[in-house]
């Protein structure tokens, strides 16, 4: 039931702010020390050895100043803080250890000793139990980064968070509203979401929490909505069926395709023992175990096959070209000789002619004038006939073409 006792306070006034976290202070413990020890340790990796060994030193004086002891084993590999008799607040050994938690995970030191602020707290998201496969996992983690850090740079102004993605794990510093955004769009990028649809409604809050009137009222109207597109629920094509092709209805059933049992009845398999059986399948296996075998063996002996040369082919080609182009040359001159022969002989042939026809004119002509001299004309006529030019016979010699 309610309280219905209402009445001023005289310390409840106007100017108090209700919900202000005061520090703490050594005044505010009025126990006094630990009744027991409280310690936590955490492992770091090798690489981060070198870099823990030089930083050491500024978390060591960082822990003091809330009474918070620290070790570093080099050996073993671990950091450790605990309460000593001079800690007061007992927060600060859990703050202790979210400082070497992030540490461990690659969060510079003077970045990781702001966590033992009051109004800073830190979360580490573990990021690869979140997806199988680890090609997908390698694609989802680098959209948190996004092209040049700008998605990462985006977060973390939004968020007014530090965020680290680091191996399979995604460190996170700041309020503790803006790790919850942090984790929401961390979890959603593994689930295949991408962060840039969360930024955009984290851009479009941050807008609307500067309104004084919208302070009371549901943003959902002014929020974008995405709708998830599955490759299954899209709307398949139309199939258009081609009637002509479509084969005669029967209004019998398609025959009854054979069991096993039918299978190894038909190819006498059912009767063999299960000793023979097993050779068979064995022998089955062989080989397609050999055959794989001579295809590997093939694949690998391509390396070792000597590449053609290209090089002597083509001097050889280029020798042979130019012998077939000097015997096509000797071949041209030779029928270019051949043919000014003939030609010269055609008109020797002609010109004696000529002579022949004039001189037997004259001769038809003198025997007409006087018959007793036809005899003795003939007799004149084949002594006067010039003789005849014999042709020289040249050698043929055979070329490098003919050959």
């Known amino acids: 039931m309610p309280s219905t006792h209402k009445q001023d306070k005289p310390w409840d006034t106007g100017d108090v702010d209700k919900w202000k976290v005061d520090p703490f202070t050594p005044a505010d413990n009025v126990a006094g020390t630990f009744a027991e020890e409280s310690s936590f340790a955490t492992l770091f990796p090798k ?43 007992p927060a600060a050994i859990l703050k202790a250890r979210d400082l070497i938690k992030l540490l461990a995970r690659s969060v510079p ?67 503790f509203q803006g790790l919850k955004e942090v984790r929401r769009v961390v979890q959603d990028c593994m689930a295949n979401i991408h962060p840039i649809y969360h930024i955009k ?36 094509p139309f199939k258009v069926t081609d009637k002509s092709k479509k084969a005669a209805y029967t209004p019998f059933p ?4 054979m069991s096993k049992v039918d299978r190894m009845l038909e190819s006498g398999e059912f009767f063999l023992r299960k000793s023979e059986r097993e050779r068979a399948q064995r ?18 002996q391509r390396d070792f096959v000597p590449p053609k040369e290209k090089t002597t082919k083509k001097k050889k080609k280029k020798k042979e070209e130019e012998k077939v182009e000097e015997g096509e040359k000797h071949s041209k001159k030779k029928n270019k000789r051949k043919e000014r022969a003939d030609d010269d002989d055609d ?57």
């Open 109 to 175: 030191a003077p970045q990781a000793v702001t966590i033992l602020a009051d109004h800073v707290a830190a979360d580490i998201i573990k990021v690869r139990s979140l997806v199988r496969n680890k090609d997908r996992f390698v694609k989802r983690r680098q959209r948190i980064l996004g092209p040049g850090g700008s998605t990462l740079k985006a977060l973390q102004l939004l968020t007014n968070t530090y965020i680290l993605v680091q191996g399979n794990t995604v460190a996170a510093m700041g309020p």
């Open 201 to 236: 409604e984290l851009m479009i809050k941050r807008e609307l929490a500067k309104d004084p009137e919208l302070a009371h009222e549901n943003w959902d109207r002014f929020l974008p909505h995405f709708k998830k597109r599955s490759l299954s629920r899209r709307r398949k």
């Open 283 to 300: 022998e089955k296996r062989e080989e397609g175990q050999r055959e794989k075998k001579a295809l590997k063996m093939r694949e690998r």
């Open 47 to 89: 690489y981060r050895e070198v870099y823990l060994k030089e930083a050491w030193p500024m978390v060591t004086r960082a822990l003091e100043k809330l009474g918070i002891g620290c070790t570093l084993d080099l050996v073993e590999g671990s950091m450790t803080v605990r309460t000593t008799r001079k800690t007061y607040d």
């Open 254 to 257: 398609p025959p009854q395709e």
């Open 347 to 403: 008109d020797n042939d002609d010109n004696d002619n000529v002579n022949v026809k004039e001189e037997d004119v004259d001769r038809a002509t003198a025997q007409d004038a006087d018959p007793g001299r036809r005899k003795l004309a003939d007799h004149v006529w084949d002594d006067e006939r010039p003789p005849r030019k014999k042709r020289k016979s040249k050698k043929r010699t055979p070329s490098e073409g003919d050959a």
